[in-house]
């Protein structure tokens, strides 16, 4: 049985709307997967996202982008600190020669602590997510390097989102809806509230995907 998933994405900053698919099947314990995004057809066709992939579920991932010529390697792992599982991740581009390490230690099914580090910078991101009421979600997050904060708030079965980025003092709006079907539908908006900025257009995205059965 294999999965395929059909994608359409239209930016009002962009000046052809863009499409994607991504068809992955199991082969044992493994998930493989071919993915395609960006690609335009407007003044002839353009295939920019060429991607394919091996996965363990909750072990592994070997991604190989084409037209980079990159190979990225991901291992994941979890371990119990002080009753609590830390949620580990490696992950490694070959190409960019870049290295990432992510944990998250799960206080309760409503608190959790994340930390994100780039081997060989200065600093590291932390983010707190807290789920209030089962249906809305607080996640501050700071940027040691930077020094720079970002907010983030969602809200309901219908997302709702909001978040806000110090540095650049960009604001974003979402709402994504998924159905029974199959099918989810994604519109989001982006302003920098700079007082330069202020006057200027939000950039508008409208997204919807498709899952099929094979």
Known sequence: MMKATVKAQYETEKEAPTGGATVAFKAGDLKLRASMTDVTL??????????????????FIFDYNVPKNDFTFQFMNSIKVLEKPLNLTYSHSVGEN????????????????????????EGCKLKYSYVHGGLTTF???????????DFAVSHGKDVCSATYKTPSKNLGLQWSRSSKLGASFKVSASLCVDDEELFKFPKLTAETSWDFEI
Do not use: R
């Open 98 to 121: 870049k290295t990432i390490l992510d944990g998250t230690l799960v206080f309760d099914s409503a608190n959790k602590l994340s930390v994100n580090h780039k081997l060989g910078s």
């Open 139 to 149: 996640e501050p997050s700071y940027d040691t390097q930077e020094d720079s904060w």
């Open 42 to 59: 407007l003044n002839g066709p353009s295939f920019k996202g060429l991607a394919v992939a091996v996965e363990k579920p909750g072990s």
